[in-house]
């Protein structure tokens, strides 16, 4: 990447800013509407390298926080890596865990106390800081999909054992799609990748289970393990079982009476790479 780059990013922004037309360029979640906290209490990441969506950024920081070894991160929508270190920066040094929803003078007074520790956190200052002067703060709101009913689902009041358990932590960030051939993009393998709700978007689209299994197939280890949430509904898709069950052995999640926004009893299922 270079601030050519970013530069680039800022223009299609401005078009998103207008109207949302491509995928590489949409509405940030704001925050994230999985029951992150059950799905952590039911599947154990500690010691895992993981490959999670960023999306929001909630995933990663609940991954972190229960003791992950690794997390890099993937997404079809490049403007969440400049999210992700927003949001890293709020919990640094504000010691909160989202930022502030009406985002005013707060992020300037913000965006000027970043040390940079890498690269991409370099791009992500410059991004943020090209935003306000190209857009203005006000403008930032309307960056967001605010996921409201779930708005605070995933809080952390305390922030300070995961600012401990992300001191130092570089995640490599992936801008692709899952549902195409990743092969390419992606030379390491994975002992969990966290795909979210993303077969929701998969059902509506058209797009190929086929092709879906395989990236993931590519992507883990042996034994490794595809982490998948409910989100609306239950389970996998029928198509889905059928073309995941040739190569991984199918494992529901165990029970949860704490999914209050969808009224789902269990968070999420996995499907374990046959050898
Ligand atoms: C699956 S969406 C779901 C929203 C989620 N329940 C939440 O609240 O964050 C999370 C992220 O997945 C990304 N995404 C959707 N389809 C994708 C795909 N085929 N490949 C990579 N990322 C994808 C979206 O851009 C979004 O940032």
Redesign the pocket.
């Known amino acids: 990447m270079e601030a050519n780059d970013v530069l680039f990013d800022i223009k299609k922004t401005g078009r998103l800013l207008v109207k949302s037309e491509e995928k590489q360029y949409?509405n940030i979640?704001y925050c994230?509407?999985?029951d992150l906290a059950a799905l952590v209490k039911r599947f154990d990441v500690s010691g895992k390298d993981i490959l999670s969506?960023?999306?929001?950024g909630d995933q990663a920081f609940y991954f972190y926080v229960n003791g992950a070894k690794s997390v890099d991160l993937?997404?079809?929508?490049k403007l969440?890596i400049y999210y992700y270190y927003l949001r890293l920066w709020v919990i640094k040094y504000i010691g909160d865990y989202y930022p502030d929803i009406e985002f005013s003078t707060y992020i300037e007074d913000l965006l000027s106390i970043v040390k940079l520790e890498s690269e991409d956190e370099e791009f992500a200052l410059l991004y943020w800081k090209m935003f306000i002067s190209n857009y203005s703060v006000d403008s930032m709101k309307a960056l967001f999909n605010f996921?409201n009913s779930s708005m605070n689902y995933n809080r952390m009041e305390d922030v300070s054992e995961l600012r401990e358990k992300i001191q130092g932590k570089k995640p490599v960030f992936y801008n692709?799609?899952?549902?195409e051939d990743v092969s390419r993009q992606v030379n390491k393998k994975y002992d969990v990748v966290y795909v979210?709700?993303?077969r929701n978007?998969i059902n509506i689209s058209g797009k190929s289970w086929e092709q879906y299994r395989n990236s993931l197939y590519y992507l883990l280890g042996d034994k490794g393990v595809i982490l998948c949430s409910n989100?609306v509904s239950e389970g996998p898709y029928e198509k889905e079982d059928i073309i995941f069950r040739r190569n991984f052995i199918f494992k529901n999640l165990g029970r949860e009476d704490t999914y209050a926004l969808f009224k789902l009893s269990r968070p999420g299922y996995t499907y374990v790479k046959r050898r």
């Open positions: 949409n979640y994230t509407n999985e969506v960023l999306g929001s993937f997404d079809i929508n969440t996921n692709l799609d899952i549902t979210s709700n993303i978007w989100v």
